[in-house]
Each structure stands twice: as structure tokens, then as C-alpha cells.
């Protein structure tokens, strides 16, 4: 069966050997990576993931100011992207691989099972962290039930995009096309480490010659100090200086390694890809990756470098944005391929599965598509242009200004057509406007319009009539304003229109005088409904009745007794 073979002098070149009698048909000679710094290229943190130059290989402290290590990001408890997990140890209902099997199945059989103490996890941890540039880094730590300075590991990273995704009677995830296997020799007691990749295929040669389709490919990678190193512990520690587990541990117990996955090409820069799930697992000390793993745990931490956009779409005056569609365009501008389209929900969220696992760049969002009704105009900041780091996670929020309203208010007469006079003032809510003979239409008298009103209900009233005609008795008068209008190329409607119909008012008087004898007189009385009667005689006059602001079409009869 292949296998990674131990060295014993970093610079001896060794065949994988394929079980039984058959060799890998093309000899892939192993790269040892020696003693390396403690932090690797690019490391945002820097954290210290490999051979500490100070304090011996593996050690768990920050040794460095400025520096991470597990101490920096060990719980309790485990917050995302750190993730620990406490392995059953020494007992055999410890999660393994049915023994004996090959990895290269679809989905492999686990079982409880009592493990060798030196491939026995009695923790796992990880840690992962993202740079400026895009590339993602893991970091991972594991502690062994008893001392194992050449510890050999695999870490499985599986998409979990399979049909169906969970494998029968385990909480594993069924292998898919483009998963990773990352096979780990601490050598030399850790002072020497080989890191090699394979890649799940489902056509193609098998890293086992003698196996076919699907299986874990032919080709594998192996990785240079700059993509990836590591080491294993060659001091005690306490209990204080054992963040993860926090009991002491012997030399040789523990093992950590550091992996650029951008730099090894498991997350391409510039790309969206996702592993929804790690499976780790040990191996005796250099042996056959594909059959001779012992002990694993399951992890279930996304590590991704995909991009993602959501949309919150809020109105101006509180109302509801439901229906109302957002289109993403790749690169700048909106005459780049459509990415996809989301439909704002009541509660102004605008989600699609369009708009997850982006790949990191350039993209343009616009409102295609208003809410239903008319009411709003497009935010004055769409279209908009914005960058997605790999990771990042946009959230844009975006308010449509709502249409203003008008109102319009008509002045007639009562015997037809618009009063003659101008000068009423009326007033709707709080605010007055005031006839000044200028109308919306037409330069006339009698019409007043109002734009630039929030839509909703308004109640209208007359304060004062025009010069020579009645108040209109039919007051306040209530509209509705509707969004989307105005007063010069879209009048309001019949809704928001009020029209008041004034009765124009007239005056009579009726005299008497004595004819020059100075015996007469006389009593003089109307009958006036309407307008409002005076006895004050006229000049020149010795009685008079005058009767004031008689509305509209009146019969009024006056009555004269002379000599009473």
C-alpha cells in the first residue's frame, strides 16, 4: 500500500510504495521540510505555528510580542474561528474507521474502538484567520493519551456538497470531487515535517494503483516551508502552559502545524471555495495514510474564503419595501453578467442564494425593479459599485426617498364657473395657502394647488371667502394626498381635490322721505332671510331698511307703511 515513509536524514530520497507488488508508476521523491521560523509567510497574526526557535519545536505559548499562539485563542470556551474538541480517550467507544478498511470510499464506516495511546486524540483544536491579500490560513493542534514524537496525522477537508451529503449511520460528510486530504510526518521528532495534499477524484488514476474511481487522485502535492510547517513538542508543559487542555503534558504529547491553504492551492486566491467539514486522524508513525488511520474527530467549522451580500431595504417614511427587486452585476457598472436578483420580503430583507459564495472582486448592485404601487423613487445612491474581500460578509442598506404629493383646491361660484375675485385663504392641517389668482393650469382665479405634500389624509377649510361671496358651508373638507403627485406635469386627483362652491352676495336698501310737508313718515320691514338688516336711514333719507350679503338667487319682500 502507498505510504509515507519515515526518514531517517532529511535529505534521503524515498519511493511511495503501493501495497503488495505494485509501485506508483511515476517516482515522487518526498520534500522533508527541516526546522522552519515560527510563523509563516503572510500570517496576519503571526501566529506561531511551527519550530520556535527559543522555546523547542511545539511549544503552545506566545513566545513573541505581538504574536498569536493557542494561548492567545484557547477558550474555554471555544469561540469561532478557534474550535476545540475533546475526543473520547482510552475507551472503545472512541470515534475510528472501521480498521482494516481503505480510505479510498465514498464514505467510510466509523465505529467505536479503542485506539493505540499514542495515535489516541485526547484533543483537537484549530484556528483559522484570513490576511489583507485574501489567503486563508489554518492552524491546528492536537494532544495525544500518551507521547508520540513522530506523530503522523491525516486532515480531511470536506466540501459537504454531495448528493446526499451526510454518510449513513455517522455525522460524516460523503466524499466529493475537489475534497482535500492533508497527510502530516512530524520526522525526527518533529524536527523534520512532510506535508503532502491529495485531491478526492471521481475519474481518473487512484494514489493506490490498484484501486479505481472514486478515490483519492494520483497526484499529489507536496508542500514547501512557505506553504506550511510545523512541529512537535520536545519539553514538558504544566498545566498553566497547556491552554487547550490544561492538564501537563509530556514531551512528545503534542503537535501543531500551520498551513497557508491560499499558497498550497486548496483555496485558490481569488476564488470561492468552502470546506464545511473537518475529519481528523491519526496514523502510526509512518505509516500507510490510506488504510492504517486510527482515531478521528469530526469538526464542523466552515472554512471558506467565499463572499456574500445581503440587501436591507428601507422607506423613507417607514413603509413597506415588499416587492421591490435588487440585481447584482459582476465588476463595475450594470453591463457586466448578471449574478442574480433578490425580492425584498415585508420586513425589508432582501436575500437570495444568488448572492452567496462569491468569488472575492468587484461588483454592482442596482434596484431593477421599484416597490409595486408608485410611491418611491430609487435610492439616489443605486447603482452602487463595491468590493468583496474573500470572506466578507456586505451588508447593504439602502432607503428610497417616498413621492411627494399635491393637493389641489377649486373656487366656484354658485351661478356657474370660478369665482371672480381672488384672495380666499384656506388652510389644510396646520399650513394656510391663499388664492392669489394664479392657477395650476391656467393663470386664473379660483384654483390653488400645493406640491411637496408627505402623502396621507388632510382636512381643508376655508379661513376666509373671496371679497363678495358667502363661506361655503360645507366645511372642513377632507382628501387624501397621493404619493407621485404634483402640481405641474401630474396633477392630483379627484381624491385629493377639494372644490368649494361660494354663493356670491348682493346688498339692497330700501328709503323713504318725507315729500316736503313734513307730516309723513313711514315703518319699513324685509322679510330678509338672509344678510343682515340695518334701520340706519341713509343720507338725505328719513328711514331707511338696508339689508346686507344676500346669498345667491333670494326673494326678499319689504314691506313700507306710511303714516302709521
Given at each position: 500500500?502507498?505510504?509515507?515513509?519515515?526518514?531517517?536524514?532529511?535529505?534521503?530520497?524515498?519511493?511511495?510504495?503501493?501495497?503488495?507488488?505494485?509501485?506508483?508508476?511515476?517516482?515522487?521523491?518526498?520534500?522533508?521540510?527541516?526546522?522552519?521560523?515560527?510563523?509563516?509567510?503572510?500570517?496576519?497574526?503571526k501566529f506561531e505555528s511551527g519550530n520556535d526557535p527559543t522555546l523547542g519545536l511545539g511549544n503552545m505559548i506566545v513566545n513573541t510580542a505581538g504574536n498569536k499562539d493557542w494561548i492567545s485563542v484557547a477558550g474555554p470556551p471555544a469561540v469561532p474561528p478557534y474550535a476545540h474538541i475533546v475526543d473520547a480517550?482510552?475507551?472503545?467507544?472512541?470515534?475510528?474507521?472501521?480498521?482494516?478498511?481503505?480510505?479510498?470510499?465514498?464514505?467510510?464506516?466509523?465505529?467505536?474502538?479503542?485506539?493505540?495511546?499514542?495515535?489516541?486524540?485526547?484533543?483537537?483544536?484549530?484556528?483559522?484567520?484570513?490576511?489583507?491579500?485574501?489567503?486563508?490560513?489554518?492552524?491546528?493542534?492536537?494532544?495525544?493519551?500518551?507521547?508520540?514524537?513522530?506523530?503522523?496525522?491525516?486532515?480531511?477537508?470536506?466540501?459537504?456538497?454531495?448528493?446526499?451529503?451526510?454518510?449513513?449511520?455517522?455525522?460524516?460528510?460523503?466524499?466529493?470531487?475537489?475534497?482535500?486530504?492533508?497527510?502530516?510526518?512530524?520526522?525526527?521528532?518533529?524536527?523534520?515535517?512532510?506535508?503532502?495534499?491529495?485531491?478526492?477524484?471521481?475519474?481518473?488514476?487512484?494514489?493506490?494503483?490498484?484501486?479505481?474511481?472514486?478515490?483519492?487522485?494520483?497526484?499529489?502535492?507536496?508542500?514547501?516551508?512557505?506553504?506550511?510547517?510545523?512541529?512537535?513538542?520536545?519539553?514538558?508543559?504544566?498545566?498553566?502552559?497547556?491552554?487547550?487542555?490544561?492538564?501537563?503534558?509530556?514531551?512528545?504529547?503534542?503537535?501543531?502545524?500551520?498551513?497557508?491553504?491560499?499558497?498550497?492551492?486548496?483555496?485558490?486566491?481569488?476564488?470561492?471555495?468552502?470546506?464545511?467539514?473537518?475529519?481528523?486522524?491519526?496514523?502510526?508513525?509512518?505509516?500507510?495514510?490510506?488504510?492504517?488511520?486510527?482515531?478521528?474527530?469530526?469538526?464542523?467549522?466552515?472554512?471558506?474564503?467565499?463572499?456574500?451580500?445581503?440587501?436591507?431595504?428601507?422607506?423613507?417614511?417607514?413603509?413597506?419595501?415588499?416587492?421591490?427587486?435588487?440585481?447584482?452585476?459582476?465588476?463595475?457598472?450594470?453591463?457586466?453578467?448578471?449574478?442574480?436578483?433578490?425580492?425584498?420580503?415585508?420586513?425589508?430583507?432582501?436575500?437570495?442564494?444568488?448572492?452567496?459564495?462569491?468569488?472575492?472582486?468587484?461588483?454592482?448592485?442596482?434596484?431593477?425593479?421599484?416597490?409595486?404601487?408608485?410611491?418611491?423613487?430609487?435610492?439616489?445612491?443605486?447603482?452602487?459599485?463595491?468590493?468583496?474581500?474573500?470572506?466578507?460578509?456586505?451588508?447593504?442598506?439602502?432607503?428610497?426617498?417616498?413621492?411627494?404629493?399635491?393637493?389641489?383646491?377649486?373656487?366656484?361660484?354658485?351661478?356657474?364657473?370660478?369665482?371672480?375675485?381672488?384672495?380666499?385663504?384656506?388652510?389644510?392641517?396646520?399650513?394656510?395657502?391663499?388664492?392669489?389668482?394664479?392657477?395650476?393650469?391656467?393663470?386664473?382665479?379660483?384654483?390653488?394647488?400645493?406640491?411637496?405634500?408627505?402623502?396621507?389624509?388632510?382636512?381643508?377649510?376655508?379661513?376666509?371667502?373671496?371679497?363678495?361671496?358667502?363661506?361655503?358651508?360645507?366645511?372642513?373638507?377632507?382628501?387624501?394626498?397621493?404619493?407621485?403627485?404634483?402640481?405641474?406635469?401630474?396633477?392630483?386627483?379627484?381624491?385629493?381635490?377639494?372644490?368649494?362652491?361660494?354663493?356670491?352676495?348682493?346688498?339692497?336698501?330700501?328709503?323713504?322721505?318725507?315729500?316736503?310737508?313734513?307730516?309723513?313718515?313711514?315703518?319699513?320691514?324685509?322679510?330678509?332671510?338672509?344678510?343682515?338688516?340695518?334701520?340706519?336711514?341713509?343720507?338725505?333719507?328719513?328711514?331707511?331698511?338696508?339689508?346686507?350679503?344676500?346669498?345667491?338667487?333670494?326673494?326678499?319682500?319689504?314691506?313700507?307703511?306710511?303714516?302709521?
Amino acid at each position: 500500500m502507498a505510504a509515507f515513509n519515515k526518514f531517517r536524514h532529511p535529505r534521503i530520497r524515498r519511493r511511495w510504495l503501493v501495497s503488495g507488488t505494485v509501485l506508483v508508476t511515476a517516482a515522487v521523491f518526498l520534500f522533508v521540510i527541516g526546522a522552519a521560523s515560527a510563523v509563516l509567510p503572510g500570517s496576519p497574526s503571526k501566529f506561531e505555528s511551527g519550530n520556535d526557535p527559543t522555546l523547542g519545536l511545539g511549544n503552545m505559548i506566545v513566545n513573541t510580542a505581538g504574536n498569536k499562539d493557542w494561548i492567545s485563542v484557547a477558550g474555554p470556551p471555544a469561540v469561532p474561528p478557534y474550535a476545540h474538541i475533546v475526543d473520547a480517550a482510552s475507551s472503545t467507544s472512541d470515534n475510528s474507521f472501521t480498521p482494516g478498511q481503505k480510505q479510498d470510499t465514498t464514505c467510510p464506516t466509523v465505529e467505536g474502538h479503542k485506539n493505540p495511546p499514542k495515535d489516541d486524540f485526547t484533543d483537537v483544536a484549530s484556528f483559522t484567520e484570513k490576511s489583507a491579500s485574501g489567503d486563508t490560513f489554518l492552524y491546528g493542534a492536537t494532544i495525544r493519551f500518551a507521547a508520540n514524537g513522530n506523530a503522523s496525522e491525516n486532515i480531511e477537508l470536506k466540501q459537504g456538497t454531495g448528493v446526499p451529503v451526510n454518510c449513513p449511520g455517522s455525522n460524516l460528510v460523503a466524499r466529493v470531487a475537489g475534497d482535500k486530504l492533508i497527510a502530516i510526518d512530524y520526522l525526527g521528532g518533529g524536527s523534520a515535517v512532510q506535508f503532502h495534499v491529495l485531491t478526492w477524484v471521481t475519474s481518473g488514476a487512484c494514489f493506490v494503483g490498484n484501486d479505481t474511481a472514486p478515490c483519492w487522485g494520483a497526484n499529489p502535492e507536496t508542500l514547501d516551508p512557505n506553504e506550511a510547517e510545523g512541529g512537535v513538542s520536545i519539553t514538558s508543559f504544566t498545566a498553566a502552559q497547556n491552554p487547550i487542555s490544561g492538564v501537563p503534558l509530556v514531551a512528545g504529547q503534542f503537535a501543531e502545524f500551520g498551513i497557508n491553504l491560499a499558497a498550497a492551492g486548496i483555496i485558490p486566491p481569488g476564488s470561492c471555495k468552502s470546506f464545511t467539514q473537518t475529519v481528523w486522524q491519526s496514523r502510526s508513525s509512518g505509516s500507510s495514510f490510506v488504510s492504517s488511520t486510527k482515531d478521528i474527530s469530526i469538526e464542523d467549522q466552515d472554512i471558506n474564503n467565499c463572499a456574500s451580500v445581503s440587501v436591507k431595504k428601507l422607506g423613507s417614511d417607514g413603509g413597506s419595501q415588499a416587492g421591490a427587486v435588487f440585481t447584482l452585476y459582476e465588476g463595475s457598472g450594470t453591463g457586466g453578467t448578471v449574478v442574480g436578483t433578490c425580492t425584498v420580503a415585508s420586513n425589508g430583507d432582501c436575500t437570495s442564494a444568488d448572492f452567496v459564495d462569491l468569488n472575492p472582486g468587484t461588483y454592482t448592485i442596482d434596484e431593477t425593479t421599484l416597490p409595486p404601487g408608485g410611491g418611491y423613487d430609487k435610492d439616489p445612491n443605486l447603482p452602487e459599485t463595491f468590493t468583496l474581500a474573500a470572506g466578507e460578509n456586505k451588508v447593504l442598506t439602502y432607503t428610497d426617498p417616498h413621492r411627494e404629493g399635491a393637493l389641489k383646491i377649486l373656487k366656484n361660484s354658485t351661478k356657474g364657473g370660478a369665482v371672480a375675485i381672488a384672495g380666499a385663504v384656506f388652510s389644510y392641517d396646520s399650513s394656510q395657502v391663499t388664492d392669489n389668482g394664479l392657477g395650476d393650469e391656467d393663470p386664473a382665479v379660483g384654483s390653488v394647488c400645493v406640491s411637496g405634500l408627505d402623502p396621507g389624509s388632510y382636512s381643508v377649510d376655508e379661513v376666509s371667502p373671496p371679497l363678495g361671496y358667502a363661506a361655503y358651508p360645507g366645511l372642513p373638507q377632507p382628501i387624501t394626498v397621493a404619493n407621485g403627485t404634483n402640481c405641474s406635469d401630474n396633477l392630483p386627483g379627484a381624491g385629493a381635490t377639494a372644490t368649494f362652491s361660494n354663493a356670491p352676495l348682493s346688498d339692497i336698501q330700501v328709503n323713504f322721505r318725507d315729500g316736503g310737508s313734513g307730516e309723513t313718515s313711514a315703518v319699513i320691514s324685509c322679510d330678509n332671510t338672509t344678510g343682515t338688516g340695518s334701520n340706519t336711514p341713509a343720507t338725505g333719507w328719513d328711514t331707511s331698511r338696508t339689508v346686507t350679503g344676500v346669498e345667491g338667487a333670494t326673494t326678499i319682500t319689504c314691506t313700507i307703511v306710511i303714516d302709521p
